[in-house]
């Protein structure tokens, strides 16, 4: 008995969960949201290098501002992106996600539109500059392009979840006495 004999012919091992390749996965990126992340990884992208082809300028505190939240918005995407695609999602849940998402691509979209603002204005004129506020004012759309998507979607879901569960009506079942008295 000491050899744990007695066990072995009852216990299963633990079935291991399947795993996947490179541990990403796309299921949690279903729909619109894997454009859009892509779309909105790749604006940010080209405006950093936009950006870091300026060779001189002439007020550079907007552009080392734009570098700043450029910089910040591709790296924030990119870690979202991570958490969308990996077993992270599952370990926080989805809710707490959602929430992140929401607010991070909120901050991330007002001040990549404050530093494009500022970019524009304080520019020297240099195409590479041009072509940085440009596409700092397009990722700012698509960041904000999710943030109002996933706003009508949670409504949507909200008003759903009201009418699948009405509350407690009189009628039902529940509510009626257990011994009926005649």
């Known amino acids: 008995m000491e050899n744990g004999a007695v066990y072995n012919p009852?216990?299963?091992?633990?079935?291991k969960p399947p795993r996947r390749p490179w541990g990403c996965s796309l299921?949690?990126?279903?729909g619109w949201r894997l454009?859009?992340?892509?779309?909105?990884?790749?604006?940010s992208l080209l405006a950093v290098i936009c950006e870091e082809i300026v060779a001189h300028c002439i007020n550079c505190s907007g552009l080392y501002f734009f570098e700043f939240t450029?910089?910040?918005?591709f790296l924030l995407s990119l870690l979202i992106l991570f958490v969308y695609c990996t077993d992270v999602y599952e370990t926080?849940?989805?809710?707490?996600?959602?929430?992140?998402?929401?607010?991070?691509?909120?901050?991330?979209?007002?001040?990549?539109?404050?530093?494009?603002?500022?970019?524009?204005?304080t520019s020297s004129g240099s195409a590479a500059e041009n072509a940085a506020y440009v596409l700092g004012f397009?990722?700012?759309?698509?960041?904000?392009?999710?943030?109002?998507?996933?706003?009508?979607?949670?409504?949507?879901?909200n008003i759903d979840e009201r009418t699948e569960n009405p509350g407690n009506?009189?009628?039902?079942?529940e509510n009626q006495p257990l011994n009926k008295q005649s």
Not at 169 to 173: D, V
């Open 138 to 157: 397009f990722a700012s759309v698509a960041f904000l392009a999710e943030i109002i998507i996933e706003y009508f979607h949670g409504r949507k879901q």
């Open 27 to 30: 299921r949690h990126l279903r």
């Open 10 to 15: 009852t216990t299963e091992p633990q079935a």
């Open 35 to 43: 454009p859009a992340k892509a779309l909105q990884a790749i604006l």
């Open 70 to 73: 450029s910089c910040s918005a």
């Open 92 to 121: 926080f849940g989805e809710e707490k996600i959602q929430r992140v998402n929401f607010w991070a691509m909120l901050a991330i979209s007002f001040f990549f539109l404050i530093a494009s603002i500022v970019l524009a204005v």
């Open 169 to 173: 009506p009189q009628s039902a079942t």
